[in-house]
C-alpha cells in the first residue's frame, strides 16, 4: 500500500503488459470510476508533489479555469504582477492555498500535476462494450480492453481494437497491443484528469 492508498502493479492482479515490468518502482495500479466507467489506471505519481501537497493540506484542483490559467505560468518562476491580466489576476487571488506563492512582486506557481496516467484498462465481457468504455479515454492515456477469454468473432475484433489504437487481452493473451499515447501535451482538461485521478487514489480503498 503507498501513501496515495494505491499499490504498486503485481502479477497477481495486473494485466499481461504490466505484469511482466511490475515491481516496487514500477506502475501504480488504481480500481477507480472515472468518466462513468469502472477502470483499473495504471499510473506514475509525482511523489515529491504529492508530499508537498500533503504538507500544506492540498488535496486537488479540479477547476478548468484555474488550471488553464495556472498551466501558462511556469513552474518555480516568478511573473510580475502587471504581465498577468486582470481575468489571470482574480484566477490566481482565487487558488487554494498552496497552489502559488503570491508575493508583491508576482506569482510562483507551485502547483504541479500529481500523477501521470499510463493506462486505462477496462475490463468487458464483450469487445464491442469494451471499446466504447475505453474510447472515453483516449485524450489522457494509452487504453487497453481486457476480456475473459477469446472472443468468437476474434479477426473482426482485433480489426476494430487496432483501427483505434486500443489494446486487447484476452485472459493472460495480449491479442493486441495498446497504441502509445502520443499526445503528451499539457492542456487544462488533461491536467484536470490527473487532479480527478489523484483524488480518486486518495479516497479509494485498494
Wanted: net charge positive; proline share 8%.
Amino acid at each position: 500500500m503507498t501513501a496515495t492508498g494505491s499499490r504498486a502493479a503485481t502479477p497477481a492482479d495486473a494485466p499481461p503488459l504490466l505484469g511482466a515490468a511490475s515491481s516496487a518502482a514500477g506502475p501504480r495500479l488504481a480500481r477507480v470510476r472515472m468518466r462513468g466507467v469502472d477502470v483499473t489506471m495504471a499510473y506514475a505519481p509525482d511523489e515529491a508533489e504529492q508530499r508537498r501537497r500533503a504538507a500544506v493540506g492540498l488535496t486537488g484542483v479540479t477547476r478548468v479555469d484555474l488550471l488553464d490559467v495556472l498551466l501558462g505560468l511556469p513552474a518555480g518562476g516568478r511573473v510580475p504582477w502587471e504581465a498577468l491580466s486582470a481575468k489571470e489576476i482574480r484566477a490566481v487571488r482565487e487558488l487554494p492555498a498552496g497552489c502559488a506563492d503570491l508575493t508583491p512582486a508576482g506569482v510562483v506557481r507551485l502547483l504541479r500535476r500529481p500523477v501521470r496516467a499510463e493506462l486505462a484498462i477496462v475490463r468487458a465481457m464483450s469487445w464491442r462494450s469494451g471499446l466504447d468504455r475505453a474510447g472515453r479515454f483516449g485524450a489522457y492515456c494509452a487504453r487497453l480492453v481486457s476480456l475473459p477469454s477469446l472472443p468468437a468473432n476474434l479477426d473482426e475484433a482485433r480489426a476494430e481494437a487496432d483501427y483505434w489504437g486500443v489494446g486487447l487481452a484476452a485472459g493472460t493473451q495480449v491479442v493486441v497491443p495498446p497504441e502509445p499515447f502520443r499526445d503528451r501535451a499539457h492542456t487544462p482538461a488533461g491536467w484536470v484528469f490527473a487532479e480527478e485521478l489523484h483524488l480518486r487514489t486518495l479516497t479509494t480503498p485498494q
